[in-house]
């Protein structure tokens, strides 16, 4: 190893430190991960939405902007998301 940090593990660091700021944002993360894991088998799994994970629809805009989810279909009447990296997240939770 160079001592640099790998991105994985800086993505990891950068949510710790996210939840640390927004705690209320570990709810919806935790709801995001079970939706995604329980959706992954279906072949045309879309992502959640604001209501799969109890947060008002403006609050998940944060989430994209940050990088920790995008957007993965978008239409007149929803938005779906879905997490960048879910692995991240899950061993982000347990840290935070």
């Known amino acids: 190893m ?14 710790v430190y ?9 709810k919806t993360l935790k709801l ?4 995604e894991e329980s959706g992954k088998e279906s072949h045309n799994y879309q992502g959640w939405q604001w209501h799969d994970v109890e947060t008002h629809p403006t ?7 940050e990088g920790i989810s995008r957007i993965s279909l978008r239409t007149r ?3 779906c ?3 960048r990296d879910r692995e991240t997240v899950k061993r982000a939770l347990t840290k935070a």
Do not use: C, D, M
């Open 18 to 26: 996210f939840l640390g700021r927004f705690p209320e944002y570990k």
């Open 59 to 65: 609050k998940l805009i944060r989430l994209v902007t």
């Open 77 to 79: 009447q929803a938005t």
């Open 2 to 15: 160079n001592g640099l940090v790998q991105p994985l593990e800086a993505l990891e660091n950068k949510l």
């Open 81 to 83: 998301y879905i997490l």
């Open 32 to 35: 995001a991960v079970v939706h």
